[in-house]
């Protein structure tokens, strides 16, 4: 089973303190202090079957490759907050990584607060672990040449394109017929503001598709005329093949088809009709970003597959033939 928590130690000390904390390791927990020799190899019997481990060897590489390979074994990792300059790699990372400030940190204290945490804590710890896993494999799962050149291909394609030409961020607004007040709202407000930033901003709201008036048409509806008059007046309507369904796959498919036909947006947003968008934090973390290789977002885990009929989220078994849980998914 899960021991509880491990400590990788430098094969020299980096101060003084690491060199009282390491002796301190090993005089409480001997069996569960590891030498960081500077190869994965070494550090790998730190993070196997712990559930915490204190990284006691991370100096000033980014990424430290300690806390990767940490978090790659599941393991969550232990910091003495004295290099925070990675606390933003990911919204999530803050909320898995245990903290120590480095006046009251001692092994035996992190023993005790393991020992005394919240159920809670410990459960956000792990299940934010699952999340930054994620993202640091879309990240880091691919040599670094192989970054570098995606990222410089993409700065490369922008500076190409003249200014009146290039879309910074593409907004994906999924609506249903109906929603005429939703998406007048989005237009008054949020939407207005999108077009006062620095950033390069267009959007469309996609709904199904239209018919032509035949009662026998499953896209028709009384709707569609007034639809065609409000696609005419804005310009801001795409109509995808796919007839109403909950949850939306075929739309959500269609909508992704059209934008990768369409748009040369750096980065895509994908809302819902009844979301309200604050651009100004929103725009600005983008330019934080990196321009290539980017996923803003979480891995569902959890997902039930139903098979009750009366369910709007009813599967039959010839869409999905497993029953549980469905794999992640973005």
């Not at 069996?31 to 960081?36: E, I, K, N, P």
């Not at 994908?270 to 979480?298: C, E, N, S, V």
Request: with cysteine; proline share 8%; net charge negative.
């Amino acid at each position: 089973g899960l021991r509880s928590v491990s400590f990788l130690v430098p094969r020299v000390a980096l101060t003084p303190e690491v060199e009282a904390w390491t002796q301190e390791a090993l005089a409480l927990a001997p069996g569960d202090v590891f030498l960081d020799d500077g190869t994965p190899e070494s550090r790998r019997p730190a993070f196997a079957g712990y559930a915490f481990s204190v990284l006691l060897s991370v100096d000033g590489h980014i990424p430290p490759p300690q806390v990767l390979e940490c978090v790659a074994w599941s393991t969550v990792p232990m910091l003495v907050w004295t290099v925070p300059h990675f606390i933003n790699y990911t919204i999530y990372f803050p909320y898995m990584v245990g903290k120590f400030r480095p006046d009251r940190f001692t092994p035996s204290y992190v023993q005790g607060y393991l020992q005394g945490a919240h159920d809670d804590a410990i459960y956000v710890m792990q299940n934010s672990l699952m999340l930054v896993q994620d993202f640091f494999y879309f990240r880091y799962s691919l040599p670094f040449p192989h970054r570098l050149a995606a990222l410089a291909s993409r700065l490369c394609d922008e500076a190409s394109l003249p200014s009146v030409l290039r879309t910074d961020v593409f907004i994906a607004v999924y609506s249903a017929k109906p929603n005429f007040a939703r998406r007048r709202a989005a237009r008054e407000t949020w939407l207005t503001l999108m077009a006062e930033q620095a950033l390069a901003v267009s959007h469309r709201f996609f709904i199904n598709a239209v018919g032509a008036g035949d009662p026998g048409d499953p896209a028709s509806s009384p709707l569609d005329d007034v639809l065609r008059a409000e696609a005419e007046a804005f310009g801001d309507l795409v109509f995808l093949e796919a007839v109403e369904e909950y949850p939306i796959g075929n739309m959500g498919r269609l909508a992704l088809h059209w934008i990768a036909n369409h748009t040369t947006a750096t980065y895509v947003l994908k809302l819902d009709d009844d979301m309200y968008i604050r651009p100004l934090p929103l725009l600005r973390h983008l330019t934080r970003q990196q321009r290539a290789m980017m996923y803003w977002g979480f891995f569902e885990r959890s997902g039930q597959v139903v098979r009750d009929p009366e369910s709007a989220h009813f599967l039959p078994d010839d869409l999905f033939g497993h029953d549980g849980v469905f794999p992640p998914y973005a």
